[in-house]
Nanobody
């Protein structure tokens, strides 16, 4: 049972990145999926999440990313994506994906996103 996050990198302000969160050993659609981030010297915070199939894929956004970030699922690939547009320097952080179903919680390793000119 594992989550693998990828897609981080260095991007200029105003640019875009797409992060991927691939699951192995379990079906991602059975879980609510969230993306969290942790900036240097700060606590980890929730950014965006999508409910499981029972929740009809409802999405929830932190105000800081509304209109810029989008979360989506590809059930055939057992993967969730985080599309990040109009990136700002304050989006710089290590991004983590998380799968939650009842009391079961799985964290992926982080992927670093750096927004800088």
């Amino acid at each position: 049972v594992q989550l693998q996050a990828s897609g981080g990198g260095l991007v200029q302000p105003g640019g875009s990145l797409r992060l991927s969160c691939a699951a192995s050993g379990f079906t991602l659609d059975d879980y609510a999926i969230g993306w969290f981030r942790q900036a240097p010297g700060k606590e980890r915070e929730g950014v965006i999440c999508i409910s499981n199939a029972v929740g009809v894929g409802s999405t929830y956004y932190d105000d800081s990313v509304k209109g810029r970030f989008t979360i989506s699922r590809d059930n055939a690939k057992n993967t969730v994506y985080l599309q990040m547009n109009s990136l700002k320097p304050e989006d710089t952080a290590v991004y983590y994906c998380n799968a939650l179903s009842g009391l079961k919680q799985i964290w992926g390793q982080g992927t670093l996103v750096t927004v800088s000119s």
